[in-house]
């Protein structure tokens, strides 16, 4: 089948896809579980960006308020990461990344690191630099 003729959600899924797998192989090997590689890592990931309000994480990743609780809380129980009341209003919480988070996405960056590097390795240094420069223009 030649990628020419497929959309580009499914070539965007298949190159997921391939990442996710990588990914689980090294979980494995750092003894983490597999599924907190990725899922883990989406929400660990943005709130090491900024995002640590359970409302923003919802709006950030579109699920609802229930679902974001139920993935922290899920995160807190296995200690990546927990929550502390904010100092200027003790009713909202703030989200904090444990050290074993922080181990987390080591792991992910190292996974990271070695993906980066095969696609170099299969398309070239040049055609990764545009991929990645086409990756981060705004699409919205």
Aim: glycine letters at 4%; aromatic letters at 4%.
């Amino acid at each position: 089948m030649e990628n020419n003729n497929l959309d580009i959600k499914f070539l965007l899924l298949e190159k997921l896809n391939l990442i996710e797998e990588l990914s689980f192989i090294e979980a494995k090997r750092h003894e983490f579980e597999t599924n907190d590689i990725v899922t883990a890592t989406r929400i660990i990931t943005l709130i090491q960006n900024g995002i640590v309000t359970p409302s923003l994480l919802g709006k950030k990743l579109n699920i609802s308020r229930q679902a974001i609780h139920k993935s922290i809380n899920n995160l807190c129980e296995k200690g990546y990461l927990c929550l502390d009341d904010e100092t200027s209003n003790k009713k909202n919480k703030q989200i904090n990344i444990t050290k074993k988070g922080n181990e987390l996405l080591a792991c992910r960056k190292e996974v990271m690191s070695k993906v980066e590097k095969t696609i170099k390795r299969n398309i070239g240094e040049s055609e990764f630099t545009k991929l990645k420069e086409l990756l981060s223009k705004k699409w919205d």
